[in-house]
């Protein structure tokens, strides 16, 4: 898996162990960056570990266990590593449709089906499909402190009852939670929505909130944008003046939901 959770992902792990598989192995590559980009390798990893386990987390919710591991960036040889060290009957694809790699750009689903002798199932990410679909509304969610709060959760909810959406969330540092507290928490809320049949995606994200929201402002659709804080001067986003910076900066739709409380400010 080289991108973050989506519902078809527990869905179909689902029924492979319903019809009696014995465990689960994720693995996920390192993200390589594209040209000219310089990144932080520590990060790169940081974030492949932070796929695994939302994605440990949100199969969990579905009282489903498995194991996980980052392997190399380059997805040919991450594959390679994952079926020498799990031995799978089954390798479960989740990637882009026409995913490539290497110099002579080969197609990553039928390299993998030629390479291997197991069954190699594709499960597709539906991001370039999803861009150009004039009906569904593609909605920033950034949430930390307040990413699992039942009211934030029940407003999501509500939302896409009334019309198709999206979610993508990104948690930025916040407070002194953790980057696993903050996974456990994200991949509750995914797992809530996937029972309702929301579409829904997300990660945590290692820089600070106005930069993880411009980052994903570049890298992803977004039609508008939902900051959930704590209540008032529980808030240090709002303290910050957060939400106004994101209005100057974009001229995307921006709402702000108060969801929570804590005892801890951030």
């Known amino acids: 898996m080289n991108q973050a959770p989506s519902p078809h992902q527990p869905e179909t792990i689902r029924e492979r162990v319903e019809a009696g598989a014995e465990g689960v192995a994720l693995v996920a590559p390192q993200n390589q960056p594209m040209a000219g980009q ?27 266990e498995a194991v996980g591991a980052v392997m190399d960036p380059d997805p040919a040889l991450a594959l390679d590593d994952a079926v020498r060290a799990f031995a799978p ?99 509750h809320t995914l797992a809530e929505l996937y029972r309702s049949d929301v579409d829904a995606t997300g990660q945590p994200m290692s820089p600070a909130p106005l930069a993880a929201i411009q980052n994903a402002i570049e890298h992803y659709r977004v039609d508008e944008i939902l900051i959930s804080t704590l209540a008032g001067e529980q808030s240090k986003w709002l303290r910050e003046g957060l939400i106004d910076q994101v209005r100057s900066m974009t001229d995307k739709p921006v709402e702000h939901i108060e969801a929570g409380r804590a005892e801890v400010p951030a």
């Open 38 to 64: 310089i990144v932080d390798r520590d990060e790169v990893r940081e974030a492949a570990q932070s796929r695994v386990e939302v994605t440990q987390a949100v199969l969990r919710d579905f009282g489903i």
């Open 89 to 187: 009957r089954e390798v479960l694809l989740s990637c882009l449709y026409d995913t490539r790699f290497g110099l002579t750009r080969k197609d990553l689903v039928e390299w993998a089906k030629q390479r291997f002798e197991v069954p190699v199932t594709h499960i597709p990410v539906r991001i370039e499909d999803d861009a150009v679909r004039w009906d569904v509304t593609h909605a920033l969610v950034v949430a930390t402190q307040t990413v699992a709060s039942p009211d934030l959760i029940a407003h999501l909810k509500r939302r896409a009852a009334e019309r198709p959406h999206r979610y993508t969330f990104i948690s930025p540092p916040s407070g002194q939670l953790t980057r696993e507290e903050v996974c456990d928490r994200l991949a």
